[in-house]
């Protein structure tokens, strides 16, 4: 059982659409992080979040609680937003993230 | 400040040969972390450490031990090499806050390492 799942597994879009990337976690997690990762590239922290919404340029993060669920969006995609996208649970009061399988995102132009 | 640093970028071992994968941070994060990350299986935590002197283990430690003598440097050690361990290998840190586990992740930039 993951305790995070993300969806979808792969996206492709076309440059200047409205994307949406969701998370899904379980009990006990506190927090949720999001992550970027560029082909064959490292791996960027984008947002940490437990609780409201996020916005870094256009990106933006949303969590709720309740339903524990976690949506990142990205407005008018550009092919440079081509990456993976993946969200990670902290768990209260543990030393570890739990990790989704990730969001692999392609933007044609 | 550099972040946080990796060495080597690639490296090519035979089986049975062991290596140490350098991480070093100067950010001052009590927390440090290693992650191999393989096809279609995500992020794998291998070891981490929540300070100088303490270390546990993660989901995949068997074959990797760590050892925290600073609170700058955390260094991954391959005991005997074995094709299985042919991963892409991330180290990170990060502080936390009291009550709420891990805060924002700094990764360094991955050790790709190759066992024949």
């Known amino acids: 059982k993951n305790e995070v799942e993300q969806s979808p597994q792969n996206l492709t879009a076309q440059e200047g659409e409205f994307i949406t990337i969701n998370c899904s976690y379980s009990?006990?997690?506190?927090?949720l992080h999001w992550l970027q990762q560029h082909p064959g590239g490292g791996i960027v922290s984008l947002f940490m979040?437990?609780?409201g919404k996020k916005k870094h340029g256009r990106l933006i993060a949303t969590i709720n609680i309740q339903e524990k669920h976690s949506s990142l969006h990205i407005t008018a995609s550009h092919p440079r937003d081509s990456a993976v996208y993946i969200c990670a649970g902290s768990m209260r009061g543990a030393q570890k993230l739990v990790f989704g399988q990730g969001t692999r995102l392609t933007i044609n132009p | 400040n550099a972040g946080v640093t990796q060495t080597p970028k690639f490296q090519v071992l035979k089986t049975g040969q062991s290596m140490t994968l350098q991480c070093a941070q100067d950010?001052?994060?009590?927390?440090m972390s290693w992650y191999r990350q393989d096809p279609g299986m995500g992020l794998r935590l291998i070891h981490y450490s929540v300070g100088a002197g303490i270390t546990d283990q993660g989901e995949v430690p068997n074959g990797y031990n760590v050892s925290r003598s600073t609170t700058e440097d955390f260094p991954l050690r391959l005991l005997s090499a074995a094709p299985s361990q042919t991963s892409v290998y991330f180290c990170?840190?990060?502080?936390?806050?009291?009550?709420?586990?891990?805060?924002?992740?700094?990764f360094g930039p991955g050790t790709r390492l190759t066992v024949t």
């Open positions: 990170a840190s990060s502080y936390t806050l009291p009550g709420q586990g891990i805060h924002e992740q700094y």
């Open positions: 950010m001052n994060h009590e927390y």
């Open positions: 979040l437990s609780s």
């Open positions: 009990v006990g997690i506190s927090a």
